[in-house]
Nanobody
Framework: QVQLVESGGGLVQPGGSLRLSCAASGSIFSAYAMGWYRQLPGKQRERVSLIGSDGRTTYADSVKGRFTISRDNAKNTVHLQMNSLKPEDTAVYYC?????????WGQGTQVTVSS
């Protein structure tokens, strides 16, 4: 069973930046596309970005041009660099694989964008 641990969230002013990290246990990490997801208050979890096992990336329109996803298969980590943050980016952020089924969700990391 893969365990996921997210970190790097915090409180930031509008226009600021944060870099989220996700550490995954297990040796099968590199075989999967990985995604960053977020859950806004009162809303369903949504995927904001994914990175394939080949490094191909996609982004939700709401974050395109502001967020950058990357991965380090040797370290079993995936990162999300978030720039030009907006109050509407406030959410709990999670990582998980992109597949028909998910691994168990981690605790997530809270991102709050507020002045």
């Amino acid at each position: 069973q893969v365990q996921l641990v997210e970190s790097g969230g915090g409180l930031v002013q509008p226009g600021g930046s944060l870099r989220l990290s996700c550490a995954a246990s297990g040796s099968i990490f590199s075989a999967y596309a990985m995604g960053w997801y977020r859950q806004l208050p009162g809303k369903q979890r949504e995927r904001v970005s994914l990175i394939g096992s080949d490094g191909r990336t996609t982004y939700a329109d709401s974050v395109k041009g502001r967020f950058t996803i990357s991965r380090d298969n040797a370290k079993n980590t995936v990162h999300l660099q978030m720039n030009s943050l907006k109050p509407e980016d406030t959410a709990v952020y999670y990582c998980n694989r992109v597949a028909l089924t998910f691994w168990s969700w981690g605790q997530g990391t809270q991102v709050t964008v507020s002045s």
